[in-house]
């Protein structure tokens, strides 16, 4: 039986050892392992770095406004041109209380936005002698009202109608709130005061506190 034998090319298939001196063989630092898993280190970084800005942007733009304080009804809390973040979405899972700071539409124009604390809830009775606000025969505590800020005048009587909330100014003597223009229902607040980032010295949480006219930006 015929037999084919495979024959080698004259010249041998095992490559020449590579002299690691020669210049074709050497890398440039830029294109050692090391810098390589640097730069995909730095894209990385980079893209969640990127990802986490959208992200806070997506979460500022959607649930909080930053408005512009006009006035000093709120003080001082609160002062003229002074800028707030509010939080819009917090009421749709969490109850509006007492000292909260919120954000309205002024019940006697609706193009203008009020900020004030709330002092009374649904169904209590409301009631200022000499200065001092009683809730339901009860005084109520608030140290957010300076004594040179305090109005001694009298009012009310009156019960806080379902649904609606009793809002005053920290700056009583010269805050136009509920005892002008009543009780303000629940579904005209669409806000609570959270933040204040200007000026610079006020930078920081607003829990608990003022009032005033604030204008969206």
């Known amino acids: 039986m015929d037999r084919a034998e495979e024959?080698?090319?004259?010249?041998?298939a095992i490559p020449d050892t590579p002299d690691p001196a020669s210049p074709a063989n050497k890398t440039s630092p830029s294109g050692s392992p090391t810098a390589h898993?640097?730069?995909?280190?730095?894209?990385?970084?980079?893209?969640?770095?990127?990802?986490?800005i959208g992200l806070a942007l997506v979460i500022i733009v959607f649930l909080y406004q930053p408005v512009k304080v006009e006035g000093t009804s709120m003080a001082p809390l609160l002062s003229d041109q002074e800028r707030i973040f509010i939080n819009k979405f917090v009421y749709r899972f969490e109850?509006?209380?007492?000292?909260?700071?919120?954000?309205?539409?002024?019940?006697?124009?609706?193009t203008k936005s009020f900020i004030?604390?709330?002092?009374?809830?649904?169904?209590?009775?409301?009631?200022?002698?000499q200065?001092?606000?009683?809730?339901?025969?009860?005084?109520?505590?608030?140290?957010?009202?300076?004594?040179?800020?305090?109005?001694l005048s009298d009012f009310g009587p009156v019960r806080v109608p379902r649904e609606s909330y009793f809002v005053m100014g920290d700056h009583r003597i010269s805050s136009n709130d509920s005892?002008?223009?009543?009780?303000?229902?629940?579904?005209?607040?669409?806000?609570?005061a959270?933040?204040?980032?200007?000026?610079?010295?006020h930078f920081g949480s607003l829990s608990m506190t003022s009032t005033t006219e604030a204008k969206t930006k």
């Open 7 to 12: 024959k080698l090319p004259p010249t041998s």
């Open 37 to 52: 898993s640097l730069r995909n280190e730095i894209r990385v970084w980079t893209r969640d770095l990127l990802i986490a």
């Open 95 to 110: 109850p509006i209380e007492r000292g909260d700071v919120v954000v309205f539409w002024y019940p006697l124009d609706r």
């Open 116 to 129: 004030k604390r709330v002092v009374g809830l649904p169904g209590e009775v409301v009631e200022i002698r």
């Open 131 to 151: 200065g001092i606000v009683y809730v339901d025969s009860t005084p109520l505590a608030e140290p957010y009202v300076p004594p040179q800020y305090e109005d």
């Open 179 to 192: 005892r002008v223009f009543g009780p303000v229902a629940s579904r005209f607040i669409y806000g609570r």
């Open 194 to 201: 959270v933040f204040a980032y200007w000026p610079v010295d």
